[in-house]
């Protein structure tokens, strides 16, 4: 594993410790929207966690953790459990990676240089043209 995520700076304080902030900068680097990656983060150094545990370890708001989680969730890379409630009220859903985060970071790997074989392509082409004008 790249980084122990799993230790929380503080003893369990809320929010990511900094070699998860650092995670997600080189997430969001590499194309992972910033909100997708702090949520992908925050489930990669936990069993499970609700959207409230998101909203509160990643940073978020309500709407920026349904969001991420629906992306997540569309990329196969996490999996919803409900959760029972003994009372009325709005349903509670848990949230865990679907695959190892070593993983997930390999399909992001890959993604990204497939970015920059069609990026270098493109050049390819560029010059190609370039030529042709002269």
Not at 56 to 75: F, M
Not at 81 to 100: C, N, T
Not at 101 to 115: D, K
Request: contains cysteine; charged residues 35%.
């Amino acid at each position: 594993m790249l980084y122990n995520i799993n230790s929380r700076g503080g003893g369990g304080t809320a929010g990511l410790s900094e070699k998860e902030e650092e995670l997600v900068g080189l997430l969001s680097s590499m194309g992972v929207a910033r909100n997708v990656a702090r949520a992908l983060v925050c489930l990669a150094g936990r069993e499970e966690a609700t959207s409230t545990q998101l909203e509160k370890d990643a940073g978020l708001r309500q709407p920026e953790v349904s969001t991420a989680i629906n992306e997540l969730r569309e990329r196969g890379w996490v999996a919803k459990r409900d959760i029972k409630r003994e009372r009325k009220g709005r349903p509670v859903h848990s949230y865990r990676l679907a695959m190892p985060f070593e993983e997930i970071l390999a399909i992001v790997e890959e993604m990204e240089r497939a970015r920059i074989a069609r990026m270098e392509e493109g050049l390819r082409k560029l010059r190609a043209v370039m030529k042709k004008g002269r």
